[in-house]
């Protein structure tokens, strides 16, 4: 369904930044303020999915910068835009991007690619993952090992997908996992971020 999108820029590309509409720094994003302008007739609704919930509830994201309020001296750029998972815990999800469309912000609209770095809150190694899910419900996993440190130098890990043919991605999932030492991945409680999104529409 997709391949993993390991070049950067990418050709076509729009960057979605977490600061339209006067996001500033802190800002939290909750239903009412989740969806970002992508291209004409397309937007991008973000949010933070808990893994167990009855209601299916959704947790907030706080939008933050790399040198501002939660997030001072990551590996992104000093410039960049984040959303942050804040708290993790067992129960908490992924970074969740659908696709729909501006008209109605239900209908689900396939972009091409789509893509972003990301980083672990505190410093160490970890497991960087995308899914992303096609039109016809196919879901594509992609696994990118990082080290998350305070560099400041841009060097956080890049996690995207791409069509192999026409556009079919109408979501994508952001998480992370610990690597531990016996070589096995499991849930990585100390929360993360990503930051701006590249989209081929």
């Known amino acids: 369904m997709t391949s993993p999108m390991e070049i950067r820029p990418v050709a076509g590309a729009v960057v979605v930044s977490w600061d339209q509409g006067g996001r500033s720094a802190p800002t939290t994003i909750d239903d009412t303020n989740s ?48 959303l942050f998972t804040d708290s993790q815990s067992q129960k908490d999800g992924p970074i969740v991007i659908e696709f729909v469309s501006a008209a109605d912000l239900t209908t689900p609209v396939a972009v091409a690619a789509a893509g972003a ?22 879901v594509f996993e992609f696994r990118r090992r990082g080290d998350s440190n305070a560099n400041r130098d841009g060097s956080a890990v890049f996690l995207g997908a791409t069509s192999d043919g026409p556009a079919e991605i109408v979501r994508i999932e952001f998480l992370t996992t610990n690597i531990v030492n016996d070589g096995h991945a499991r849930f990585d409680k100390r929360g993360f971020a990503i930051n701006q999104l590249s989209v081929v529409p």
Request: no cysteine; hydrophobic share 40%.
């Open 35 to 82: 969806g970002f302008n992508v291209s004409a007739g397309v937007m991008a609704v973000a949010f933070h999915k808990k893994f167990i919930s009855a209601t299916k509830a959704k947790h907030i994201l706080v939008r933050t910068d790399q040198v501002d309020g939660d997030w001072e001296g990551g590996n992104f750029s000093d410039d960049d835009r984040l």
């Open 117 to 138: 770095q990301l980083q672990t809150f505190f410093d160490g190694e970890f497991t960087g993952v995308i899914r992303a899910i096609g039109t016809s419900g196919a």
